[in-house]
């Protein structure tokens, strides 16, 4: 990956400055139909108005925002400065994250802890032109804390009224825990129901199958919230298949494991199942050994619903943009691809048909809109 091309400041902040880079300036070749020059496709991945879906909001919490809660609560953290934290973030696989990630979460307390987690991320987003996001949250790792419930899903909702992007909330059941744990954090969740848009599943995958959640996600598909699961991230193929068939999800996050099985990949594409793949993620955590050997494009080929996600982006080096640059640097995908990731980030979202349509239009007019 060219640390050159996620270097934010090697691109002009003003569009009209962008748009008069010539060839001449462009230091590699560009691919595909894409005959702009390279920063020219930075700034429109940059630019162009987009949608986030996978994003745990837990895993944006900053090394320094864990340190000045850590201080605010007078939790007691393993490490002794922001440096020697950030340094531990070396993984090997999924659990070596988990196992860190949950520790970072140990510093959030109370119901303001929550909102200024979720205030940062929202500003951040919003930088990176996402206009709306779906909020994965992780209740059963606070509430096994002490945490009450309702300062969680208070303080992550007010943060989501007071915008500056449109946000919705989605409980993630941890699949290391029982299923019996899940049914009685949905139980307890049942007066802020207005609150959630929907529930998924998350944490150690492997040995977790989606079967083992089969009730719980019943009981929220009659209670009207929708549905999604992590399953193909480490997890085989099978895992993505009984999501489907057996817990009813609507999308799929991550699922890069899909193309394991041409069957499958069929399925996906007929029935527009959307992925929510997270590129920086799955290097960081070794589903692919670099992004050159990313499978986004053969994804994308399958007339799959792919979109670009960050997961946890304060521990796999980036947000939604830098995701965008990262996949962009590494693939021959052009600037067809920015248009259709775009579009299927809105098309793959939890609103309403006539809101999807004003989000589909502008990314339309955006890219109509390109002096190219
Ligand atoms: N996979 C599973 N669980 C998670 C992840 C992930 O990428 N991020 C936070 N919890
Ligand atoms: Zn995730």
């Known amino acids: 990956m060219s640390h050159k091309f996620l270097d934010e400041t090697t691109v002009p902040a003003n569009p009209a400055a962008a748009l008069r880079y010539t060839s001449s300036m462009s230091h590699r070749p560009t691919h595909l139909e894409n005959t702009m020059p390279h920063p020219q496709l930075q700034m429109i ?11 745990h909001i837990e895993g944006s919490l900053e090394p320094e925002l864990i340190f000045e809660l850590a201080q605010r609560n007078g939790v007691a953290l393993a490490y002794d400065s922001v440096e020697t934290l950030r340094q531990a973030y070396a993984f090997d696989n999924l659990q070596s994250f988990l196992d860190i990630y949950y520790a970072g979460a140990s510093v959030l307390l109370h119901e303001q802890d929550f909102y200024d987690m979720t205030a940062a991320y929202l500003r951040r ?27 969680v899903v208070d303080g992550i909702y007010r943060a989501c009224q007071e915008g500056p992007i449109s946000a919705s909330l989605i409980m993630c059941f941890l699949r290391h825990l029982s299923e019996d ?30 079967e083992k959640f089969a009730r719980v996600f019943e009981r929220c598909r ?29 999308r799929i996050d991550h699922g890069v494991r899909c193309l394991e099985d041409p069957l499958l990949v069929q399925r996906l594409a007929r029935e527009q199942i959307a992925l929510t793949v997270c590129p920086l993620s799955n290097i960081k955590l070794r589903v692919f050994d670099t992004m050159a050997q990313h499978n986004m494009l053969e994804l994308l080929d399958a007339g799959l ?5 960050s997961d946890d982006p304060a521990y796999f080096g980036g947000y939604m943009n830098a ?8 693939l021959p995908l052009g600037l067809s691809h920015a248009q259709r990731l775009a579009r299927n980030s809105f098309t793959a979202a939890f609103l309403d048909p006539e809101t999807k349509r004003g989000y589909l239009a502008q990314v339309d007019a955006y890219f109509a809109g390109l002096a190219l």
């Open 125 to 151: 987003a919003a930088q990176d032109n996402v206009c709306h996001a779906e909020i994965f949250f992780d209740p059963q790792t606070h509430t096994a804390r002490g945490v009450p419930l309702r300062a």
């Open 305 to 309: 619903v792919v979109t670009v996600n």
């Open 222 to 250: 009659q209670l009207g919230l929708r549905l999604v699961a992590h399953a193909g991230e480490e997890g085989p193929p099978a895992y993505i298949e009984s999501a489907l068939d057996l817990l009813n999800v609507e």
């Open 181 to 210: 744990d899940a049914l009685a954090t949905l139980e307890d969740a049942l007066p802020l129901r207005d609150k959630i848009i929907g529930v998924g599943l998350d944490s150690s995958e492997l040995g977790h199958p989606p």
């Open 45 to 55: 991945l940059q630019q162009m108005p987009k949608a986030e879906l996978h994003i």
């Open 323 to 330: 995701n965008l640059l990262a996949v962009f640097d590494a």
